[in-house]
């Protein structure tokens, strides 16, 4: 159990004020302008250690702007005990530190219920909160790098990450009961263990993933995954244990690094996962591409197509690729002379109209409803004006109006 610090570094080992500082900088300054042979220093820094409310902070008393990192806590201590609040800035000798870190093994195996990381944190270090027995955690947008066994076996069922972090360490959410999470764009590399022994039935992977690296997401759950087209390493083992797997969607091409199907297969041993890709990244000559029936030992099939039947009407329609148990959007309503479009229905007898909600799994064809136009009248009709009475033949009306014509002449005359 780590153990607060009981008082700060003592102040007789810090300068007697900032200006001291200040003035002792000038005069360097000043010897180094005269030609004196000084030897510059890279940096000052004057560290101090102190404790507030059970947790303890590290920073240095030249440039608080630096921020202070958190060392320790103590529970006992603690207003809080047990359910830890880090603050968002801390004031020590009239100075105000902005808390940025969450020092290696600071708060580890204190018997943490719960935690509130602020959004000034920028790094949690390593086994930061590990051993603990946090539920849940939400990682701050604030936050970019994920040390090695931070949050490890905790027994946490969510955890919301950060849309900043770039690199999730090393066992860093390992022997959790997480049952799913979203990585986000901003992550580049998932280190080794980095979720293994969870109970993930889904998980996200956000389109910035490089790397995968080895055992990262072993004895799971999960019985589908997705390939970002952004990920080019697959190490060993990566999904190995997931006793469910069935599918596995790839968006882009084929990575450069994987391990075939075995023992220590990246997508696990079992032969009877099916990979499932884009015929765009397909390549017969099995150079660098997927290949069907089989790839890497893996079984493998391009994505389904579906297809659009007029029925000899209309101008064609491509077909579409879907991406395995994704949705695709309905085409443009095709048009027909002498006909009205009714529909895209999924058999030739028309009696089942498509679901464009339903993901497709397998090669599908539509068939395009039509209903033919009924002959237009001949007659012309008047403009709407209140009335829709059709309008007489204009051979009769001439007709009508020259007889009138010829009537009241004659009255005239």
Known sequence: ?????????????????????????????????????????????????????????????????????????????????????????????????PVVAIGNTAMRDEGLTSVVIPSSVKVIGNSAFEANHLDSAVIPNSVTSIGNSAFNYNGMTTVTIGNSVETIGEYAFEGNDLETVVIPDSVTTIQRYAFSDNSLTSVTLGASVVDIKQYAFYENQLTTVTIPASVTDIERRVFADNGSLADVVFLGAAPAAFVAAGSDGSLGGSPSIVVHYSSVFADPAAAAGFTTPTWQGYNAVPNPVVTFDLSGRGAAIAPKEAVFRTVIAAPA????????????????????????????????AL??????????????????????APLLPIGVLSALLLAAGIVLRRRTA
């Open 1 to 97: 159990m780590n153990s607060a610090a009981s008082s700060p570094v003592p102040m007789a080992h810090r300068p007697a004020n900032r200006m001291g500082r200040i003035a002792a900088v000038l005069v360097a300054s000043a010897l180094v302008a005269a030609g004196s042979a000084i030897t510059a220093t890279p940096a000052y820094a004057f560290p101090v250690l102190f404790t507030q409310d059970g947790m303890t902070f590290s920073g240095d008393d030249f440039d608080p702007d630096a921020g202070a990192t958190v060392t320790a806590y103590n529970p006992t201590a603690a207003s809080g005990g047990t359910d830890a609040v880090i603050p968002s800035s801390v004031t020590f000798a009239g100075e105000t530190y």
């Open 333 to 364: 309503e095709p048009t027909a002379s002498g006909y009205t479009f009714s529909g895209w229905y999924t058999d030739a007898a028309l009696s089942t109209l498509a679901d464009f909600s339903t993901p497709i799994t397998a090669n599908t």
């Open 367 to 388: 068939f395009a409803g039509w209903a033919a136009v009924a002959a237009a009248d001949t007659e012309p009709m008047l403009a709407e004006t209140g009335s829709s």
